[in-house]
C-alpha cells in the first residue's frame, strides 16, 4: 500500500510537470481565441491509464493551473476543472486498459480510445463551456465554440500521442512468467 501511494505522488509530479512542459512550450496555435493545438492531454491519458483516476485528476489540475499561472493571465478555472475530470474519467476506466499489465493490443487501444473521446466530450463540450457561463459569464457561443474545438483537437492529438505512450509503456514491462530461473 505505502509503494502505491508513492508511486501515485511520483507519477502526480512527473505527470504535472510534464503535462505544464508540454501545454506551455509545445501548444500550436489555433484560429479560435484562446485555444490551441495540444499534445499533453495525450500524456495525462497516458498517466491515467498508466496510474489511475487521482494520479490523471491531480496531475491534470496542477499541470493546467501551473500553465495558466505561468502565462500571468491568472487561472482560468473553468478549464483547469475540465482537464481534472478528463483525467479522473480516462483513469476511472484504467482496467480496461491493462496498460500496467504490459498488455495494450487492439482490444485495449480501442477501449483507451473511445474512454478518451467520451471524456473529451464532457470535459469540453459540457464541464468547460457550463463554467465558463456560471463562474465567468461568458457567452454560451463563444465558450461552445471554444470548447468543440479544444475538445476536437485533444481527442486526435490524445488518440495519436495517447495510444502511442501506451503501446511504449505495455512494450517495456516485463509480461508474466517472462523471468525464468537460470540452471
Not at 500550436?28 to 495525450?42: A, K, M, R
Not at 481527442?155 to 511504449?168: D, E, F, K, R, S
Not at 517495456?172 to 512468467?177: D, Q, T, V
Request: charged share 10%; aromatic share 12%.
Amino acid at each position: 500500500m505505502k509503494n502505491s501511494a508513492v508511486k501515485s505522488i511520483v507519477a502526480i509530479g512527473i505527470g504535472a510537470a510534464l503535462f505544464f512542459v508540454c501545454g506551455r512550450f509545445i501548444a500550436i496555435p489555433c484560429p479560435i481565441p484562446n485555444v490551441t493545438i495540444n499534445i499533453q492531454y495525450g500524456v495525462l491519458a497516458f498517466l491515467a491509464a498508466a496510474f489511475g483516476p487521482i494520479v490523471g485528476l491531480l496531475a491534470g489540475l496542477i499541470g493546467h493551473a501551473l500553465i495558466d499561472f505561468s502565462w500571468g493571465w491568472g487561472v482560468w478555472w473553468s478549464w483547469v476543472f475540465a482537464t481534472a475530470i478528463f483525467g479522473l474519467i480516462v483513469g476511472a476506466f484504467k482496467k480496461l486498459y491493462d496498460v500496467d499489465k504490459g498488455e495494450f493490443g487492439m482490444k485495449q487501444i480501442v477501449r483507451f480510445n473511445v474512454t478518451q473521446l467520451i471524456a473529451h466530450i464532457i470535459a469540453w463540450g459540457i464541464v468547460a463551456p457550463a463554467l465558463d457561463i456560471l463562474m465567468y459569464a461568458e457567452p454560451a457561443s463563444k465558450v461552445f465554440l471554444q470548447g468543440l474545438v479544444a475538445g476536437a483537437s485533444n481527442i486526435v492529438t490524445t488518440a495519436i500521442v495517447g495510444t502511442i505512450l501506451c503501446i511504449a509503456y505495455a512494450a517495456a514491462k516485463p509480461k508474466k512468467g517472462s523471468l525464468k530461473e537460470e540452471q
